[in-house]
């Protein structure tokens, strides 16, 4: 609780400075290098939130550099047990999710193919059976047919 009194102080004060400077985004660097200070000890202490929001300020370059690199990095860290992480990690890489589909949709394609072959195979198998008439139920039709007084012809 000390700690966040002290930090609340800080944070007014470079606010502060900010609202009277010549230069205010300045401060604003400052008060993101605090925090990006802050989420590295996180992350080196196994914070996958802190690697998250760390991986979210080298993106945006606040406070920091802008470093998509880095950004990826912390993002994979925290992508482990972060669902937001890696939905954004995704979104970063749409080659990945490219090369994914085109993966997916060659699969498919060959399944496809692999159906086809089967159906001319089943239509082969088939074919020479049409049109001829099993002997046996030609004679049972045959025997209906007198049953019922019909002529044969």
Known sequence: ???????????SVFLTEESRSENPGYWQYRIGKMRAMGYRKAVDEGNIFAAHALGC???RGQ?????ETRAIAY?????????????LLNSLHPQNQQQNWLVTDSALSLLRQ?????EDKLQEYYAPQVGRTDRKL????????LAQGQKLG
Do not use: P
Not at 63 to 67: C, F, L, N, Q, Y
Not at 75 to 87: D, I, P
């Open 63 to 67: 406070g920091v550099e802008k470093d």
């Open 138 to 145: 030609l004679s049972k039709i045959a025997e209906k047919k």
């Open 75 to 87: 993002f994979s860290t925290a992508a482990k047990e972060n669902e937001y992480a890696q939905r």
């Open 1 to 11: 609780m000390l700690a966040q009194e002290w930090f609340r102080k800080a944070l």
């Open 57 to 59: 300020l080298y993106r």
């Open 114 to 118: 692999t159906a086809r072959i089967f």
